[in-house]
Each structure stands twice: as structure tokens, then as C-alpha cells.
């Protein structure tokens, strides 16, 4: 793949301000359900997670970003089967300077589609230009890997630096 195509914008919640993307598949909800919310499905294109969720909370490693990478903290805040969850993370995993960011997934079906709507809370608008790619090169994975695709195909490079202005503006950061 090469030169795609920013899909994330900017909402603004009462909560705070968001980068929102959305993805459609044609598979049921519970489908893309299971996609988001189990391990051996998330690994596949994100990362994995352990622990119990009946607690309130898991360790999510993501398995993409390098081997260093250290695992999060994610306090689930909310969870309404098979149609939306919000995650608060923490990263890194333990420490009093730990960064939290707001997490939203909320599913719906139609006709045969479900779509995901994703979003992530940006309180300073510099976050967007590394939020902004991220998040597009990561759902496009899972789409990949939901089709059945090779996700390896997927390079991140081809979304970061690229779509940081994109992000920037929609935010109203400076390049």
C-alpha cells in the first residue's frame, strides 16, 4: 500500500477534544466485535492483552512498535457488548508520570455492514501529527487482517511522516 489517504478528524466532545476515524466491514457486529476485543484477533494487527476484564483493567502489549515497547495499563471504563467500549490507558505501565489517553469504539450494523467508529482524546494539538498516523496505519491493518489480507503489505512509513500536516491543521497545530 502506498500513499493512503487520511481518514481521522476532528470532534469535539464534552469530554474533550478527539480524533475520530471509522471503518466499515462486511461481517456482523459480533465479528468486528471479537476483532477489537480478543486477544488472538488483535494480534493480528495491533497488539495483545492480558489479565482478567472482569476486573476493570488489562495489560495491553502492542506487538508492533518494537520490542522495547512497554506494556499499557488500560482501565476499562465502560464495555456494552457487542457495541462500545472506552478504555482509559496508562503508559508506561506503572509510575506516577504515566501518560492517560481516552479511548472510544462504538459499533453498529446495518444491512450486512458493520461500522467501527474509533476515536482517541488529543488535549494538545501536537499530539494529532504522531495520533493522526498512527491510528490510520493501525485500522487500516485491521481491516487488512480482517479481509483476510497480509498485513505485513502495510508500512508504516508510508503514513508517518506524510499525513502529519494533514493531522496538524485539522487540529490546529503548528508544522
Known amino acids: 500500500m502506498s500513499n493512503p489517504t487520511p ?56 506487538l508492533f512498535e518494537g520490542d522495547d515497547m512497554p506494556a499499557e ?47 482517541q482524546d488529543v488535549p494538545d494539538p501536537k499530539m494529532a501529527e504522531g495520533v493522526g498516523p498512527g491510528w490510520d496505519y493501525y485500522l487500516d491493518r485491521m481491516v487488512a487482517a480482517e479481509r483476510g489480507d497480509d498485513v505485513g503489505t502495510i508500512d508504516f512509513d508510508d503514513y508517518s511522516p506524510a499525513m502529519a500536516e494533514y493531522y496538524l491543521a485539522e487540529f490546529g497545530g503548528q508544522p
Not at 480524533?19 to 486477544?39: G, Q
Open 73 to 119: 495499563h488500560f482501565r476499562i471504563d465502560e464495555c456494552a457488548p457487542p457495541h462500545r467500549i472506552r478504555i482509559t490507558t496508562s503508559m508506561p505501565y506503572d509510575g506516577e508520570n504515566a501518560t492517560h489517553w481516552s479511548l472510544r469504539l462504538d459499533l453498529s450494523e446495518a444491512n450486512g455492514i458493520t461500522t467501527l467508529t474509533f476515536a
Open 7 to 62: 481518514t481521522g478528524h476532528r470532534r469535539d466532545l464534552p469530554e474533550g477534544t478527539y480524533c475520530e476515524w471509522r471503518r466499515t466491514f462486511r461481517a456482523p457486529i459480533d465479528d468486528v466485535w471479537a476483532a477489537v476485543t480478543e486477544p488472538e484477533r488483535l494480534a493480528r494487527w495491533i497488539g495483545t492483552w492480558t489479565g482478567d476484564p472482569a476486573d476493570g483493567h488489562v495489560r495491553f502489549q502492542m
